[in-house]
């Protein structure tokens, strides 16, 4: 059935736009488009007795006594319309809104919702909320929403209440299914639930009803999750044999022991490939606790196992520095591995390419380059696909569709607690590497303001001295890459024209070709700039170990998780390295990130933190793993919630299901989202 908005009384082509404006397409997503705060309207205050000035808006009712409007200067007007009641009175006030002076009239009785302050000896309300007839119709808790450009607060309630309306005539326009909610179980019907979020007779039935379809929503959220795991199950992957030669050969030629961590996962690994249903699995671990060594083992398995593998790296950078490491690693073995990136030359891509088809090329590193069309392999067994949540849902499917249902292993170093990782990843098995290995230093990490400055580039200059090298990452200016960019490139002439004039230095932004940037990297990796100045594009993929000092300016401004990986670029030699936090003040929040950046040095506890700070959504953004925004549901404080709907959703899963409307219904909840949910 329609579901769309033009379906409501009031809403034409216009608002129709408006509301497509904020993601609110059908009925469906104006119901679950709740109010990010309420105004308090449950009481009427006597005009008199209402605090003054009211710190949060108040709610009066009077008795229109005088109209008055101002000119001042042309152009401006001021109407001031003066209510009382028994106890006391209050001047209305609105600047240039002339055509309110035909509204009031002396006699009518008028609601005010507004601040009241002191001015001129009374009290005046600017620019409030009024209704006629002296009652509010919006008595009570009021939702307060999110808005854009042409809408106003009373055409989202008014479109709300219609929406409420229409699905009492029409309970299937409702978001999830009855099948759903009869598992769940909820204190109070469906649709008074959505009523109670929207226009809450109290903030104890709001809390209720919001725990009640938060549960839902986590339920369907894992219901779908739950379902394309079974249906990647019910797939015939590549069963490998137990552990042969090559594997034991690659391992006994390592140049060091592996940790506890990089053991277990690759034992879990090991599992997966080893069974016929394909490996879904998340390899996370902090920089530098050796997961591409892991990676490089589950490469090894696949091949000797007869099939090819690909590692695919979210910049040139990276990809380039997988392949020389990887070079090293296999070196001596019969294992052919390639790699392919915007760089390569049309007749090397050629030649590359016809290798990789014929099975003359075991391992295949590379870019975005490898979902091209034209990149064929012979037989695909294993994906891994590092800093996965660089890529999208699509990208990361059209490279596991060059095989017939291959191992797929993910590999992130932004690591997220476990809570998290069953929503994000609710249909991936996680392994987590959370030692380092032996003798790495811990990076010393300073937090400092504005003032210690000159004093932190004789430090750096003192090093450099020494021969080591030093990274200046300029502050985020806003949400621009031309402002951004600009501060990098002012920051850079200023450090080489005066305080490292006697230093070679670079440059690194990400307007810069793929090309412009590798050649920069290329001259700071082989020693010949001591001091790269670079916008966050260095954040993943940078392995330097004679960089030892990481000059944050403007930390302020970075979240804990991404702070955590620019620190990672540093100490990755023998050398103690130093992560400097520049800081020119901030919010308690901002204080609190860089003093636990002081102190915690574990990638997994630090996101703990981050996840209480900023919460799922801005930590870890969901569109990027096709994953919905989640409406009523917050995974931070519903843990609990979410543990309970992952267990009700699986045993749900065990009996008789029908699959289409169970689709059906997700679709409704989810909307476009959907597709990335199921359809990975």
């Known amino acids: 059935m329609d579901g769309t908005l033009r379906r409501l009384k009031g809403i034409g ?44 808006p108040v709610l009066v009712c009077g008795t229109v006594r005088s109209v008055q409007e101002l000119r001042p ?90 929406a409420l309306a229409e699905a009492e005539r029409c309970p299937s326009l409702l978001p999830g299914w009855d099948g759903g909610r009869s598992v769940c179980g909820g204190f109070m019907p469906e649709l008074q639930a959505y009523e109670a979020m929207h226009f809450p007779p109290s903030m104890e039935v709001r809390r209720k009803a919001r725990e009640q379809l938060a549960f839902e929503e986590l339920f369907d959220m894992q219901l779908g999750l739950l379902l394309r795991r079974r249906q990647e199950g019910k797939q015939m992957g590549i069963k490998c044999g137990p552990n042969g030669s090559l594997l034991k050969q690659f391992i006994s030629q390592l140049p060091f022991s592996l940790t506890r961590g990089q053991t277990q996962a690759f034992l879990d690994i090991q599992a997966d490939m080893e069974s016929e249903v394909p490996m879904q699995r998340l390899v996370q671990g902090d920089v530098g606790s050796g997961k591409t060594v892991v990676a490089a ?25 997988h392949y020389e490491e990887f070079l090293k690693l296999f070196r001596g073995l019969p294992v052919r ?17 016809e290798d990789l088809r014929r099975g003359n090329i075991q391992i295949l590193i590379g870019t975005h380059a490898l979902i091209q069309k034209d990149v064929a392999f012979c037989d695909l067994g294993l994906v891994v696909t590092d800093e996965q949540h660089r890529f999208g849902v699509r990208q990361r499917a059209a490279l596991q569709g060059k095989g017939r249902a291959p191992h797929a292993l993910f590999m992130t170093a932004t690591p997220i607690p476990r809570t998290l990782a069953l929503s994000v990843y609710g249909d991936l098995d996680v392994s987590s590497i959370r030692e380092m290995p032996p003798g790495r230093k811990v990076v010393k990490t300073y937090a400092v303001g504005e003032a210690m400055r000159r004093r932190v580039y ?207 219904a997700l679709e409704r909840r989810f909307g476009t989202r959907f597709q990335g949910l199921l359809n990975n």
């Open 13 to 56: 082509a216009r608002k129709e736009a408006l509301f497509a404006r904020l993601g609110i397409q059908t009925i469906s997503d104006l119901l679950q488009y709740f109010p990010r705060e309420y105004e308090d309207r449950s009481r009427i205050w006597p005009i008199g007795s209402a605090p003054t000035p009211s710190p949060t």
């Open 337 to 353: 591995v390639a790699v392919l990136t915007g760089r390569t030359t049309a007749k090397e891509r050629d030649a590359l390419l």
């Open 458 to 664: 004789a430090f750096m200059e003192k090093l450099m001295a020494q021969g080591q090298q030093c990274y200046v990452v300029c502050p985020l200016v806003e949400e621009s890459e031309t402002v951004d960019l600009q501060a990098a490139t002012a920051l850079y002439e200023e450090l080489r024209a005066t305080v490292f004039k006697n230093r070679p230095c670079g440059l690194v932004h990400g307007r810069m070709t793929g090309k412009e940037k590798a050649a920069v990297m290329e001259d700071f990796q082989d020693g010949r700039i001591s001091l790269l100045v670079a916008t966050s594009v260095i954040e993943v993929g940078v392995n330097v170990p004679n960089a030892t000092v990481m000059l944050i300016d403007g930390a302020e401004r970075f979240g804990l998780a991404q702070l955590h990986q620019l620190r990672g670029r540093v100490g990755r030699g023998s050398q103690q390295a130093y992560c400097i936090l520049l800081s020119k003040g901030g919010s308690e929040e901002t204080r609190q990130r860089l003093q636990w950046m002081e102190k915690i040095h574990d990638g997994f506890e630090l996101a703990e933190k981050d996840l209480l700070l900023r919460g799922a959504g801005r930590l870890f953004g969901y569109a990027q793993h096709g994953l919905p925004d989640l409406k009523a549901a917050d995974i931070v404080r519903d843990i609990s919630l979410l543990t309970a709907a992952r267990d009700k959703a699986a045993d749900y899963l065990k009996g008789p299901v029908d699959e289409e409307t169970i689709y059906a």
């Open 73 to 162: 200067r042309r152009g401006m007007t001021i109407l001031k319309v003066l209510i009382a009641d028994d106890s006391g009175a209050v001047e209305l006030t609105w600047f240039n809104q002339p055509f309110k002076k035909k509204v009031f009239h002396v006699g009518m009785d008028v609601a005010a919702f507004g601040k009241i302050e002191w001015a001129y000896g009374r009290r005046q309300m600017n620019s409030p909320e009024t209704e006629q007839g002296g009652l509010s119709p919006e008595q009570g808790f009021v939702p307060v929403y999110g808005l854009t450009d042409g809408l106003r607060q009373n055409d989202v309630r008014k479109a709300v209440r219609e």
């Open 297 to 321: 083992m589950a490469l090894t398995k696949i091949v000797e196992n007869g099939y090819q593998g690909a590692l695919m790296a979210p910049t040139e950078i990276l990809a380039i520095q």
